[in-house]
């Protein structure tokens, strides 16, 4: 072979394999360690969830307002094919006296599809959520993502809504936020929730501190006056195999939403021993709708709000 023909070839040979190199980073998922500092201990949220002495929450119930479909590749590192069905859901706590705490708040049809195309709203669902944030006591999210939050910022009753937002200091400020439409006036009308670590919001009801998939993410710790616990999980899994493996999705993932994925698998570990140890925890994938579905049949989780 002629001199160039061999450094041309040698070339296309150094370009596949940084290539196949890339490949190889970019569609597995940052390891899971085999063990994690994260997290409080099941009896750390147990003690400070009823250390009001106050009653708890006698119902759970969620909302399910639109939906949507997502690759496999893109939800569990090496699952190359087929797709799963996702929810864009929101919960709700109620108290025995009918005081409620909205979980998230869902996104208004606008958003959703222009930045989830293929995902549609259930036009009758978002407007009873909406409704049902006009009656709640407080409004709490699991994260600053739009099919999380629009719900708040894009929502008609903004201003009644605004006194009971209890959004964080990082969900507010986010890098994300404002495609939620918290622009400069949204945010300065609310009030940021600062806390660390944990804080409980009411009786039965903690915020746990989980940045990760976004700056602002926190788990809801849920303990209801029967015993029932509900730990809403966000989207640090995007289906309650990320758990099970456990294995996230892949680097490419975490590079476009821009997630640190080495804070990610430590939060993996923490929620996979946690379901070992305590599997009377319900962990709620927020876009798991075959988990979901489990819950409601079960009789643990109600469907539609109060
Ligand atoms: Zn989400």
Same mark, same amino acid.
């Given at each position: 072979m002629k001199k160039p023909v061999r450094r041309v070839w040698k070339v296309l040979l150094?370009?596949?394999?940084?290539g196949v190199l890339f490949l190889a980073i970019a569609l597995t998922a940052v390891p899971v360690p085999e063990r994690t500092d994260f997290g409080p201990s099941i009896s750390e949220l147990r003690a400070?969830?009823?250390?009001?002495g106050e009653p708890l929450p006698t119902e759970f119930r969620r909302i399910a307002v639109g939906a949507g479909v997502m690759p496999a590749l893109a939800v569990v590192a090496g699952r190359l094919f087929g797709t799963y069905p996702l929810v864009y859901?929101?919960?709700?706590?109620?108290?025995? =006296?009918?005081?409620?705490?909205?979980? =998230?708040?869902?996104? =208004?049809a606008r958003t959703l599809e222009a930045h989830l195309p293929g995902s549609h709203l259930d036009a009758g669902s978002y407007s009873r959520l909406q409704e049902a944030m006009r009656r709640a006591d407080a409004i709490a999210l699991t994260h600053e993502h739009f099919d999380h939050s629009s719900g708040i910022a894009h929502s008609p009753y903004f201003d009644e809504l605004a006194p009971r937002v209890m959004m964080t200091e990082e969900q507010l400020h986010g890098r994300e936020a404002e495609m939620a439409g918290f622009t400069g006036d949204v945010v300065g009308r609310l009030k940021p929730l600062r806390y660390e670590r944990m804080h409980l919001l009411r009786p039965g009801l903690v915020l746990i501190k989980a940045p990760g998939h976004t700056p602002g993410t926190q788990l809801l710790y849920v303990r209801l006056a029967d015993g029932r616990e509900f730990l809403l999980v966000g989207d640090i899994a995007w289906h309650q195999d990320n758990i099970w493996l456990p294995r996230m999705h892949p680097r490419l993932v975490n590079w476009l939403v821009r997630e640190d994925g080495e804070a990610m698998a430590h939060q993996l570990r923490y929620l996979h021993e946690l379901r070992k140890t305590t599997p009377e925890l319900e962990l709620v994938v927020a876009h798991d709708e075959t988990q979901m579905a489990g819950l409601l049949q079960r009789g643990l989780v109600q469907d539609g709000l109060r």
């Open positions: 150094g370009v596949l394999a940084v400070l969830a009823t250390s009001a859901q929101a919960h709700q706590v109620v108290y025995g =006296d009918g005081r409620t705490v909205i979980l =998230d708040a869902g996104c =208004d």
